[in-house]
Each structure stands twice: as structure tokens, then as C-alpha cells.
């Protein structure tokens, strides 16, 4: 079972390689957003995407609502901190 960790993208650090920056619970972390960009949109439309991160890689776009029933339920396992 793969775990995917909710975050906003909150900047494009390089588009070339298509890499963005997320914040995940107020951590920022560099991504690879390559397997949610779209050809027919610039990366920047991306910004304040919420997504799933797995291992660096932003896996898929989720609506707000449900990244935030996820990190509700992952602090209520202990598994993100503020």
C-alpha cells in the first residue's frame, strides 16, 4: 500500500524539469510534478493545487475538502505534526 501525503503547491522552482515547491503541513518541500502537468496548461495554473505526495512525486490532483480530511485523519494518527 502506497501513502499519499496531501500538500499545496505553492511555487514552480524549475519548469524545465517540471519541479515545484509544496507545503505540506507548513514543511516545503521541492516536487516532481511531472505526473500531473498537463501539456495543454502551464505549470504555473498549478499553483494552490492541493496534491498526493508519494516519494517526491506529486501523484495526483485533490480537491481542498479532501486533503483536509486527510491530514485531519493522519494527525489523528500521529503521522503530521503543526
Request: proline share 1%; aromatic share 4%; hydrophobic share 50%.
Given at each position: 500500500?502506497?501513502?499519499?501525503?496531501?500538500?499545496?503547491?505553492?511555487?514552480?522552482?524549475?519548469?524545465?524539469?517540471?519541479?515545484?515547491?509544496?507545503?505540506?503541513?507548513?514543511?516545503?518541500?521541492?516536487?516532481?510534478?511531472?505526473?500531473?502537468?498537463d501539456?495543454?496548461?502551464?505549470?504555473?495554473?498549478?499553483?494552490?493545487?492541493?496534491?498526493?505526495?508519494?516519494?517526491?512525486?506529486?501523484?495526483?490532483r485533490?480537491?481542498?475538502?479532501?486533503?483536509?480530511?486527510?491530514?485531519?485523519?493522519l494527525?489523528?494518527?500521529?503521522?503530521?505534526?503543526?
Amino acid at each position: 500500500m502506497c501513502l499519499g501525503i496531501p500538500g499545496q503547491i505553492v511555487a514552480i522552482s524549475n519548469a524545465a524539469d517540471k519541479l515545484g515547491i509544496v507545503d505540506i503541513s507548513g514543511v516545503k518541500k521541492e516536487v516532481n510534478l511531472a505526473c500531473i502537468a498537463d501539456a495543454q496548461r502551464s505549470l504555473n495554473d498549478y499553483i494552490g493545487s492541493w496534491v498526493l505526495i508519494h516519494v517526491g512525486f506529486a501523484m495526483a490532483r485533490i480537491d481542498e475538502a479532501e486533503a483536509s480530511a486527510t491530514l485531519a485523519l493522519l494527525r489523528s494518527l500521529g503521522g503530521v505534526e503543526e
